[in-house]
């Protein structure tokens, strides 16, 4: 059974960072890529960046220039570098893991961490 255990949320004011991780745990022969993903109150989940194993990445066009996504690929392990945060940016992060291989005999699958709470005050 995998695991992603998130943490690194908190408050902060506008303006401000915050770094958020995310560890896999669990038999992992392989993870192809891993993100983060945001929901706010009355929103739907939203994609925020992504990263392969080979480290090409993604970002949504609302964190380019202040957030950096960055994999630890021995520890299974994804990190979030969150910088100049917006009241807007508030929400729960979540942690996503896809094509996860966990055996020779099944196929891979997807996993999401429970979330963290970032809160961005004005």
């Known amino acids: 059974q995998v695991q992603l255990v998130e943490s690194g949320g908190g408050l902060v004011q506008a303006g401000g960072s915050l770094r958020l991780s995310c560890a896999a745990s669990g038999i992992i022969f392989s993870i192809n890529a891993m993100g983060w993903y945001r929901q706010a109150p009355g929103k739907q989940r939203e994609l925020v960046a992504i990263i392969t194993s080979l480290g090409s990445t993604n970002y949504a066009d609302f964190v380019k220039g202040r957030f950096t996504i960055s994999r630890d690929n021995a520890k299974n392990t994804v990190y979030l570098q969150m910088d100049t945060l917006k009241p807007e940016d508030t929400a729960v992060y979540y942690c996503?893991?896809?094509?996860?291989?966990?055996?020779?005999?099944?196929?891979?699958?997807?996993?999401w961490g429970q979330g963290t709470q970032v809160t961005v005050s004005s």
């Open positions: 996503n893991a896809d094509s996860v291989v966990t055996s020779l005999y099944t196929p891979p699958s997807n996993y």
